[in-house]
């Protein structure tokens, strides 16, 4: 199981990273996800309701690569809860199938495949931002499953606490990494929401409490309390 980083791991992570700090730099409130799929508190182009086709397109990085979905309409529309086993505690939210159907399509893909198991939530913020941000398996913040799909559900969409919402490089960059929303936060609606936390809020909140080690910026780095998913199991609602 993933451990958190050692110092000299975690100085390689930030450099690889370091890019992303700099184009952040340019925004209000950045959110950074993987290499082609970074978070900034800009407003969005993307697509604003949930899209009618769901198209899966091929993309670097491939970490971990499980394939390319390809979308299944009866399926996606089969309402399921995702509980992820962590080392801090389980995490369940119940997928808005409704609302995201090539979303909440894309996450079952990975985690029926085991994508996500032995990962590490990789990124924290306290200040302004409150957001767990996970879904990389290499741990680094630059890392996506090979393929990059549209937003949807962002019309009028809000981030109060208990939101799962995607990370993305700017509109209908969309790969593996999501984050929590573990405290009420005011975003640009950017980032698809696909997810409604049903049980373990305050495994979130324990986690936010642990803190942060700033490594980013002051209020946003790895959490102090490493947060390692054993495994992702899906069930129906």
């Known amino acids: 199981m993933p451990t ?3 110092p000299t791991h975690r100085k390689a992570r930030h450099m690889r990273r370091k890019h992303w700090a700099l184009f952040a730099a340019a ?3 950045p959110l950074v996800a993987s ?8 407003p969005s182009t993307g697509a604003g309701a949930a ?4 198209t899966y397109t091929p993309a670097v990085p491939a970490d971990n690569f499980k394939g390319i979905p390809v979308f299944d309409a009866r399926k996606a529309a089969k309402p399921y809860k995702a509980t992820l086993k962590t ?3 389980s995490i369940t939210f119940q997928a808005l199938t409704d609302k995201a159907p090539c979303t909440t399509f894309s996450f079952r893909f990975l985690a029926e495949r085991d994508y996500f198991d032995r990962s590490h939530c990789h ?3 306290t200040q302004r931002l409150y957001v767990l941000q996970c879904g990389d398996p290499t741990g680094t913040g630059s890392g996506g499953p090979g393929y990059s799909f549209p937003d949807e559900n962002l019309e009028g969409a809000t981030y109060p606490a208990g939101t ?5 490089a700017g509109p209908n960059t969309n790969g593996s990494q999501f984050f929590f929303v573990w405290k009420d936060t005011k975003l640009s609606p950017a980032y698809t929401p696909f997810g409604r936390v ?11 409490a642990g803190g942060e080690d700033d490594q980013n910026n002051p209020g946003d780095g790895f959490p102090t309390l490493p947060v390692n998913i054993r495994n992702v199991k899906i069930s129906a609602r």
């Open 35 to 42: 290499t082609g799929t970074a978070v900034a508190d800009t």
């Open 198 to 208: 049903t049980d373990g809020l305050d495994v979130l909140q324990k986690i936010a």
């Open 51 to 54: 899209s009618t086709t769901c």
């Open 27 to 29: 925004t209000v409130l």
């Open 4 to 6: 958190q980083p050692s």
């Open 87 to 89: 080392s801090q505690g």
């Open 164 to 168: 799962v919402a995607m990370a993305n």
């Open 123 to 125: 990124r924290l913020t």
